[in-house]
């Protein structure tokens, strides 16, 4: 059923509909292991969202999956398939750290973080550029070579930090410190203008900065030529070149802006969380990235709010695991699984149903 349906069903109904679905089943598999499955949802709901810390570690998990997710989306809307988010934020983490490793004595952290987060988009790029070649010039699959580079960029990181960059004497594999200017501020005073308190919660501006990203997508794709050209090879590559657009600009210029994204999202870990650089600089974000820009339909406002779901699933599903032992840290990715799946592979489940129930609706109608 290929029928036309409002982009308030495409976006939202659907959607809706495959998350409902999701925790149906992981009710069940609650039900199962002997829980009470509304239970296991209020304290999911409150640990991520009824008390200040827990809203600020939801946002924390949340900015990191907008900039996945959205770098999963640049990519889509050229018919490309980008699974490197991950190795990128590692190639970006290390781009972030230099730049705050060697300015962190000079400059204040309002300098530093901008010149912290280019550096970590041209870092991320450059590693997305390497694929983007291969597949516009070599053929190469780009999910083949993304892949790949998922566990160069991973291997060649636990070099650096275990042979170049990690502190005389010290067992972690890991860089120094970031003096005080290499830190970026906590929005600890500015969420309490709202009445909540976070505590601990690493919430920093990088969240700003992901909003802002969204922007930029948003007005990318959809307000210029670059944009239109973008969606046009991925609707219709043939046509797209038919009309003197080039498949290689296409290619590699999504990409590099794909694994920018992507690389900027180490902002937010490394300079915002840990001051410092450290092994797993992604943590998964750029895998959750995919199932973030699926569940989001690629657009920047979904995907923030698929980008806030999976921060609320990261953050309640811990509070989840304290509060009720039986279920285990596996069992909230098992229900986190069902949710990627429900909202990926299973996307077209509920849509046929849904196109025949409008048809039939215009077909009374007229």
């Given at each position: 059923?290929?029928a036309?349906l409002p982009?308030w069903?495409?976006l939202?109904l659907?959607p809706?509909?495959?998350?409902v679905?999701?925790f149906?089943?992981a009710?069940l ?5 002997g829980e009470?499955?509304i ?11 009824g008390w ?8 924390f998990?949340?900015t990191n999956?907008?900039?996945?997710g959205?770098?999963v ?6 018919g490309l398939?980008n ?5 990128q934020a590692?190639i ?8 705050c490793?060697a ?6 952290w309002?300098?530093?973080a901008p010149?912290?987060?280019?550096m970590?988009?041209?870092f991320g790029?450059g590693?997305?550029?390497i ?16 892949i ?5 960029g991973a291997?060649?990181?636990a070099?650096?930090?275990v042979?170049?960059?990690?502190v005389e ?6 860089s120094?410190?970031f003096e005080e200017a ?5 929005l600890?005073?500015?969420m309490?203008?709202f ?6 919660a690493?919430?920093?501006v ?8 969204c922007i930029f997508c948003w007005a990318l794709i959809w307000?210029t030529?670059?944009?239109?050209e ?5 609707a ?9 657009i080039?498949?290689t600009?296409?290619?590699v210029?999504a990409?590099?802006i794909s ?16 001051n410092r ?7 998964g ?8 820009a699926?569940?989001g339909?690629?657009?920047?406002l979904?995907v923030a709010?698929a980008?806030?779901?999976f ?8 509070e989840?695991?304290?509060e009720?032992?039986?279920i285990?840290?596996?069992?909230v990715?098992?229900i986190?699984g069902l949710?990627?799946l429900f ?6 489940m509920f849509r046929p149903a849904?196109?025949r129930?409008?048809?039939m609706g215009?077909?009374e109608?007229?």
């Amino acid at each position: 059923m290929n029928a036309q349906l409002p982009r308030w069903v495409d976006l939202g109904l659907i959607p809706l509909l495959n998350l409902v679905a999701a925790f149906l089943v992981a009710g069940l598999v609650v039900l199962i292991i002997g829980e009470d499955p509304i239970k296991a949802v209020e304290v999911i709901v409150w640990g991520a969202l009824g008390w200040g810390e827990g809203i600020g570690f939801t946002l924390f998990y949340a900015t990191n999956f907008i900039f996945t997710g959205l770098a999963v989306a640049i990519a889509f809307h050229a018919g490309l398939f980008n699974i490197g988010g991950e190795g990128q934020a590692y190639i970006g983490g290390l781009g972030v750290a230099i730049a705050c490793l060697a300015l962190d004595t000079a400059l204040p952290w309002w300098l530093i973080a901008p010149i912290a987060a280019v550096m970590g988009g041209a870092f991320g790029a450059g590693w997305a550029l390497i694929p983007a070649y291969l597949q516009a010039k070599r053929g190469s699959h780009i999910v083949i070579t993304t892949i790949m580079f998922n566990f160069i960029g991973a291997s060649l990181m636990a070099y650096l930090l275990v042979n170049v960059m990690k502190v005389e004497g010290a067992m972690a594999p890991e860089s120094r410190t970031f003096e005080e200017a290499g830190r970026l501020p906590k929005l600890d005073g500015f969420m309490s203008l709202f009445g909540q308190d976070i505590g601990g919660a690493p919430l920093n501006v990088s969240f700003f900065l992901a909003i802002a990203a969204c922007i930029f997508c948003w007005a990318l794709i959809w307000r210029t030529k670059l944009g239109y050209e973008i969606r046009t090879f991925g609707a219709n590559p043939t046509a797209a070149n038919y009309a003197g657009i080039s498949a290689t600009k296409i290619i590699v210029v999504a990409m590099c802006i794909s694994g920018a994204l992507a690389g900027m999202m180490a902002l937010n870990p490394v300079m915002g969380d840990q001051n410092r650089l450290f092994l797993d600089v992604a943590g998964g974000a750029g895998f959750v990235g995919i199932a973030v820009a699926l569940m989001g339909r690629a657009h920047p406002l979904g995907v923030a709010l698929a980008a806030l779901l999976f921060g609320v699933l990261y953050q309640g599903g811990a509070e989840l695991a304290f509060e009720m032992p039986t279920i285990t840290r596996d069992m909230v990715v098992v229900i986190q699984g069902l949710v990627v799946l429900f909202a990926g592979a299973l996307e077209f489940m509920f849509r046929p149903a849904v196109a025949r129930l409008f048809a039939m609706g215009k077909t009374e109608a007229a």
